[in-house]
DNA sequence: CATCAAACTGGAAACGTTTACCTAGATCGC
DNA sequence: GCGATCTAGGTAAACGTTTCCAGTTTGATG
């Protein structure tokens, strides 16, 4: 592959006077520089990305650390963020963290040693502290969807625990007063917070969630199925289901719809996410909508106004809003 | 950010000592490796990747061109890339070619100064002829969903016409004898080679598919929705429609069942790719299987054998395989 | 005790750029 | 015609590694 030196020679210019054509400089003269520009393409040159970030101390990239691309929550997540680095002429770099502290750590480790300008980190794994100490040796890296009140400026986040609030009130305030939840199994702090929220606001209302209305399952159909004939079995009568996200809510109306209750006239339905499939699904989802795209394009966003030295703002914190859509009927007015 | 001089200063040996320790090199004294792996957590001390790469003329990373992370059918592929980049502990750098021409270029160009050990591209809108001088220039590119014949050991592709043919074959073998089809209006090869192969299918068994019962659409859940309404409306009382992707036959169940239709009961629908979304539409999506996962994980092993000089086998074609779930109905038997 | 190989260690060149600094010529005002 | 001022272009150092080659120990052997 041709070098700068190359095309220095073939020009009969100096490499400097080459590096200044590639770079757009100034100080070479119209006829040099279409003659280099010329060689250049007739050699094929391409400049190389490696040797620049190397003198240049810094690389136009932005990396992206996370868990699973297949995942339709997950995936756009990181459209959000190629999208800003698109936009910023920034190569994206991604990692799998897998969802282990191991993993999340090498993913972090590994963007780290190719010398990325920016970084975005969605880590449920590893501990705040390891988290704060990354941060701080790495003044452009945001983490997003987690929130850790020491680096707050540098994270964005979703209130969780406001969306689980709205569900419940949501539900009430249609006339709902047996309503059941079905939650994640995994101990992560995002369907804690929804469950806590959703707890609080039935309590607050006078009508407290059971323990026994409570069922947990993996956070994708098939759990959604489990649980919900498990909460079934339990012949409780609820009139409305609060379900942790949407995958696991098709699988709820799944089997909701196999053992005869119609969705919404016998069983209401709540998701959470607004993920594609929720406008796919029949009776198309009510849920809480999670914005992820946009959440992760401020972080990406961030990301790259911290690598050029600037400030960001303090506060990045979202808030579940309310998608109606079929799933949720109304018990009176 | 520490340097490898740094560590070599501070542990009193040599930097070809200490490059030696952090490649795992021979010739180092259990004493001397001891003392500078301390040092190196001490400072913490991480290899520069974009020095490494400029002297050893290589970078350990796979670079993947393609279109748009949000579409699960693309988000499958990208997953399967990454799932092999992690096991061959490879960087993955993704550039988005979005479908033009330009931007694709402009994705692997990016990539090449990048120097990229391993490519695996995803091109629409590029010529055969660019993409051929593009794969002679870089010997470890694979391309995926494209058949250059010139090239056809660097191709992993699905057969489409196969397809269609299949499809069609298998409505009619139920006893559908109105089949109408609903294709992308995208003028890519995809769709074309679909339709071919079912136009094929029925002619051959002597009910050719009449233009009138073709319409086009966007390739999503609204251009089928269209298409369906279009279709109606010209009120050809085909009882099977062949549809394009399942993203669009989503849309066509939609309609058909807002107009009073029951699928499959009174209109059976066949999609295309088996993506995620086809076990959470209801009823469940019949479709034709698009091994993409598959295809992108041998793409992706085919790329980096390629880059590590080992030759790869002559023939990548896949074939779609039906799917039977509940959105077609036999007439007869 | 001299010799030799093996084991370890260090010096220095090389990778492909960017850029600070310098030089030579051209232009200009007087 | 002369110094001052510009301008285009070149020279060379630097970036952080790897690795070849040439030492220098060390311990065993004759």
Redesign the interface.
């Known amino acids: 592959m041709a070098t700068i030196k190359d095309v220095a020679a073939a020009a009969g210019v100096s490499v400097a006077t080459v590096s200044r054509v590639i770079n757009n400089g100034p100080k070479v003269s119209d006829k040099n520089r279409a003659k280099v520009k010329q060689v250049m393409v007739d050699l ?1 040159y ?6 620049r ?2 003198v240049t101390q810094s ?1 136009p990239t932005l990396g992206l650390v996370f868990s ?3 995942d ?1 929550f997950f ?2 997540l ?2 959000g963020v ?1 999208k800003i680095a ?1 936009e910023h002429h920034r ?6 963290g897998l969802v282990s502290a191991d993993t999340e750590r090498q993913a972090i ?2 963007l ?4 990325c300008e920016a970084l975005v980190v969605h880590s449920k794994a590893l501990s705040d502290d390891e988290l704060i100490a990354y941060a701080e ?1 790495n003044p452009a890296m945001v983490l997003i969807n987690r929130h850790i009140p020491q680096i707050a400026h540098r994270c964005v986040w979703l209130d969780n625990r406001a969306g689980g609030e709205a569900a419940g009130r949501y539900l009430m305030s249609l006339g709902h007063q047996k309503i059941a939840c079905v939650s994640s199994r995994y101990h992560i702090e995002d369907p804690q917070l929804r469950l806590e929220g959703l707890q609080q606001a039935l309590a607050e209302a006078g009508q407290p969630l059971a323990d026994i209305a409570i069922e947990h399952g993996d956070p994708n ?1 098939t759990g959604g199925e489990v649980a919900t004939q498990n909460l079934l079995s339990k012949n409780l009568g609820a009139t409305a289901i609060v379900v942790y996200n949407d995958a696991m809510a ?1 699988g709820v109306i ?1 089997v909701l ?1 196999d053992n005869g209750y119609r969705v919404p006239e016998d069983v209401s339905v709540i998701g959470f996410d607004d993920v ?2 929720s ?4 009776p198309k989802l009510t849920t809480m909508r999670y914005p992820i ?1 946009m959440m992760a394009m401020e972080a990406a966003e961030m990301a790259l106004s911290l690598s050029s030295g600037k400030s960001v703002s303090d506060c990045h914190k979202y808030v579940p809003t309310l998608v109606k859509r079929d799933s949720v009927l109304a018990l009176r007015g």
Do not use: D, M
């Not at 190569?91 to 799998?96: A, G, M, R």
């Not at 780290?112 to 010398?115: K, T």
């Not at 406008?279 to 029949?282: A, I, K, M, T």
């Open positions: 094929g391409r400049p190389n990305a490696n040797a970030a190397l690389s699973e691309l297949t339709p995936a756009t990181a459209g190629e698109r190569q994206l770099l991604i990692s799998n480790e590994t780290l040693e190719q010398r040796a159909q098709s799944s719809t594609l499939l406008r796919y699904l029949r795209e």
